[in-house]
């Protein structure tokens, strides 16, 4: 039986041969803290549709990959924290636009241990943020892959750090 995890990446080699271009790649910050009931992840609305994601972007120039995770975290959640160096997978998702089609996007997830959450931040007019406890935070995002993620996370955010 083959994963979701390989399922994806094969459509994603299958996508470039088909549509004439790669999956672009994104980077994610999975914000994180220890809450009074336990592991709790932090989820933002995206905002065209308004469904539950992690904060995530670009990278921009020759940035780190983690330091653009924290940037997003920063510009897209008001938040300030501890970013893991290695991150601890990838998913894929189908990111629309109004002017193109669809386009494949790979994002690689990097965990940010939440120190500080701002009350002013670039993007607080345009999404709302929450937390949650992980398991039900899994339940909540749109991608499959992404929610294996943070249940595994979820089971052991330490070694990842």
Request: aromatic share 8%.
């Amino acid at each position: 039986m083959v994963s979701q995890v390989t399922r994806n990446r094969i459509e994603g080699q299958v996508g470039r041969l088909t549509d004439g271009g790669p999956c672009r790649l994104q980077v994610a910050a999975l914000p994180w803290r220890h809450g009074p009931d336990g592991l709790e992840i932090l989820l933002i609305t995206s905002r065209d549709s308004g469904r539950w994601v992690l904060p995530k972007g670009w990278p921009e120039g020759r940035e780190q990959l983690y330091d653009t995770a924290a940037r997003e975290a920063a510009e897209e959640a008001g938040l300030n924290g501890a970013v893991a160096q290695q991150q601890i997978g990838r998913y894929f998702y189908d990111k629309g636009s109004a002017s193109r089609s669809e386009r494949r996007c790979e994002v690689m997830v990097f965990p940010l241990e939440v120190e500080a959450l701002a009350s002013r931040w670039p993007e607080r007019k345009e999404r709302t943020r929450q937390w949650f406890p992980a398991m039900e935070a899994a339940t909540l995002v749109r991608e499959s892959d992404l929610a294996d993620l943070i249940r595994r996370f979820a089971a052991d955010p330490r070694p990842s750090l």
